[in-house]
C-alpha cells in the first residue's frame, strides 16, 4: 500500500514525494508500518534547528523501490532539552545518524546506548550545528587566540 | 675531518634521496598522485612514498586539518626520525585559506609543528609542488631546513599550542588508544 492510503492526513508536496506531520511518540509506528508496506529504505535521518519558533525538526525520511515515492516524517521537539526516542530496533543505521545529530544539535536520543562522541574529539564547547553557535566569534576566541611560536 | 664537514657531506648525499611519509589529508592529496606517477615521476629527484613514519624523511601535509587529524599529524611527525622536513602544502596550513572560520580545522600549521616549505595556492599544480622540493633541496644544501631542531628546541611551546587547540593534555592520550581498539 502506498503512503497516502495508509496515512490520510499525509501531504503530496509533488508526484512521489510525501510528507507526514506527527508527534514524536507515533514515529515508531509510523516507521514500523511503512517498512512493513514496501518502503524498505531507510535514507537518512537530519534535524534542522528552528530558532525562533525554538524548536528541532527531526526528518526520518524513507524511500521505496516498488513506489517509486520518498516519504517524510517530520517532528518537531523542544530546543532546550527535550530529548526522543531513538529508532534503532526499526533499522540499525539510525544509531549513526542519532549519534551525529546528538553530537552536532545535542538532542538526547533514549535508548541509544552508542552516543559517544562521533566526529568532534573531546569537544568542551556547544555543539557546533546549533544557530545559537557563533562560528566566528569561536574561531576568533579560539584558533587566533593561539600564540605564535617565539624564537630567541 | 670534523663534525661540521662530516654533517654537510651527510646533508649533501641524503637530500637526493627522500623519503615521503604517505599520510594523505585533505584535498591536497589530489594533487599527489600526478606527482607521483609517471607525468611529472616525483622518483627522479630521488623522492619515494614510504607507509612507515620510522623510515620517512619529509612530510607533507597537503592541506586543511581538522583538530582530530592533528592528533595523528603530531604523532606521526613525532615518530619520524631526524632530521626530517615538513612542507605545508596549499593555503589551508599557511592561514586556514577557504576554512578560515571554519570551527573545527586549525589556522596555521606552523604553531603547531615546525615547517620548513610552504607552497601557496589552492591547489598547488604539480610544478609548484616539484618547485618546493628543489627548495627543499637548496635549503638542506645550505643547512637552513633546520625545522626539526627548531621542534627539539622551543618542544615547550609547541606543546603548550597542541594542547591549547586539542583542549585537553596530548600526554592523556586515552581518547586516541580507545578509538584504536575499535
Request: proline fraction near 4%.
Amino acid at each position: 500500500m502506498m503512503a497516502k492510503e495508509l496515512f490520510p492526513e499525509a501531504q503530496e508536496i509533488r508526484k512521489g514525494r510525501i510528507r507526514i506531520e506527527t508527534q514524536k511518540d507515533k514515529v515508531g509506528e509510523i516507521i514500523k508500518k511503512l517498512k512493513d508496506n514496501g518502503y524498505e529504505h531507510f535514507v537518512m535521518l537530519s534535524c534542522v534547528d528552528w530558532i525562533k519558533e525554538g524548536k528541532f525538526e527531526l526528518v526520518y525520511q524513507m524511500w521505496s523501490y516498488q513506489y517509486k515515492e520518498h516519504v517524510m516524517i517530520s517532528i518537531k521537539i523542544n530546543r532546550d532539552g527535550e530529548s526522543m526516542l531513538s529508532m534503532r530496533h526499526l533499522f540499525p543505521q539510525i544509531e549513526t545518524y542519532e549519534r551525529e545529530i546528538h553530537e552536532m544539535f545535542g538532542v538526547n536520543f533514549i535508548g541509544n546506548p552508542n552516543l559517544k562522541e562521533f566526529i568532534l574529539e573531546g569537544w568542551p564547547h556547544m555543539p557546533p550545528m546549533r544557530k545559537d553557535f557563533d562560528t566566528e566569534k569561536f574561531v576568533k576566541d579560539f584558533y587566533y587566540k593561539i600564540p605564535e611560536v617565539k624564537e630567541e | 675531518m670534523n663534525h661540521e664537514n662530516w654533517s654537510k657531506l651527510a646533508r649533501i648525499m641524503s637530500k637526493r634521496s627522500l623519503w615521503m611519509i604517505h599520510f594523505c589529508t585533505g584535498c591536497g592529496a589530489m594533487e599527489m598522485p600526478p606527482v607521483m606517477t609517471s607525468r611529472y615521476d616525483m622518483e627522479r629527484f630521488g623522492m619515494h612514498a614510504m607507509a612507515t613514519p620510522r623510515q620517512a624523511d619529509v612530510f607533507l601535509v597537503t592541506g586543511y586539518l581538522a583538530v582530530k587529524t592533528l592528533k595523528r599529524v603530531v604523532q606521526v611527525y613525532e615518530q619520524m626520525r631526524d632530521p626530517k622536513y615538513v612542507i605545508g602544502f596549499g593555503s589551508c596550513t599557511i592561514n586556514g585559506g577557504m576554512y578560515w572560520d571554519s570551527y573545527n580545522t586549525i589556522k596555521d600549521l606552523s604553531k603547531y609543528i615546525p615547517v620548513d616549505v610552504y607552497i601557496a595556492g589552492c591547489m598547488p599544480r604539480p610544478e609548484a609542488i616539484m618547485d618546493s622540493f628543489l627548495k627543499l633541496f637548496d635549503m638542506i644544501d645550505k643547512g637552513e631546513a633546520i625545522g626539526w631542531q627548531k621542534y627539539h628546541k622551543y618542544y615547550d611551546q609547541y606543546k603548550r599550542n597542541q594542547r591549547m587547540a586539542f583542549s585537553y593534555r596530548l600526554d592523556e592520550v586515552k581518547d586516541i588508544k580507545e578509538d584504536d581498539k575499535e
